[in-house]
């Protein structure tokens, strides 16, 4: 199957940074990527869709101006957390895929905890 | 609004079966997904389905029901490495080029296989 790389696969930083996380197709090429969030024993939360080239959908509730999301080429979207806070430390979680088939190839995560 | 409800865990022997039910209501329908979850790793496909009725892969078997809203996922002859979250996810709506993907999430199903 297709496989989605995440990068890093852990980041710790303190109150005020900002964190970029890449998500990388490896062998394909994604017309949109997704980025979900996750808290323990908790469900996978949309963040937002991702359209190569154009500007990323965020769901309701979900700051785009704190999370910013850059999909710069077909198997490349970033995610970069800004200002980060303690309540920022989550699980997060891209995925990408392509509109002609219906599945979504999720990368590992980044476990990202804020100081 | 949108809601996928499944059982928070539950635990069953080596070699045995386990049936994992899902409930949604959701604004619209355009397909469930199930994906199998190990701690701190990303989800994997496990099995898709649109249409009523029974989907059988392996070991695994997906059954839906539209018009209850319903959905399980059943795991024949368990093995110690079934033991994950088990992820209900349904597709609301049928895409337009941004949407295509969105996916809501229930909560996870831990199941846990004792020997």
């Known amino acids: 199957g297709a496989v989605v790389s995440q990068h890093p696969s852990r980041v710790i930083c303190k109150s005020g940074t900002s964190v970029k996380i890449e998500c990388r197709s490896l062998d394909f090429q994604a017309t949109t990527m997704f980025w979900y969030r996750q808290f323990p024993k908790k469900s996978l939360m949309l963040m937002a869709t991702s359209n190569e080239g154009s500007k990323a959908t965020y769901e309701q509730g979900v700051e785009k101006d704190k999370f910013l999301i850059n999909h710069a080429s077909l198997t490349l979207s970033t995610l970069t957390v800004t200002s980060a806070h303690p309540e920022d430390s989550s699980f997060y979680i891209c995925s990408a895929g392509t509109s002609s088939t219906y599945e979504q190839y999720f990368g590992p995560g980044t476990r990202l905890t804020v100081t | ?115």
């Open chain 2, 1 to 115: 609004g949108q809601n996928i409800d499944q059982p928070t865990e539950m635990t069953a022997t080596e070699g045995a079966i386990v049936q994992i039910n899902c409930t949604y209501q959701t604004s619209g329908f355009n397909g469930l997904f199930w994906y199998q979850q190990h701690a701190g790793e990303a989800p994997t496909f496990l099995s898709y389905n649109v249409l009523d009725g029974l989907e059988e892969k392996g070991r695994f078997s997906s059954f839906l029901s539209r018009s209850k809203g319903y959905s399980y996922l059943l795991l024949k002859e368990l093995q110690m490495k079934d033991s994950a979250s088990y992820l209900c996810a349904v597709r609301p709506i049928r895409g337009t080029t941004d949407s295509w993907g969105k996916l809501q999430f229930g909560a996870g199903t831990q199941v846990v296989v004792t020997p």
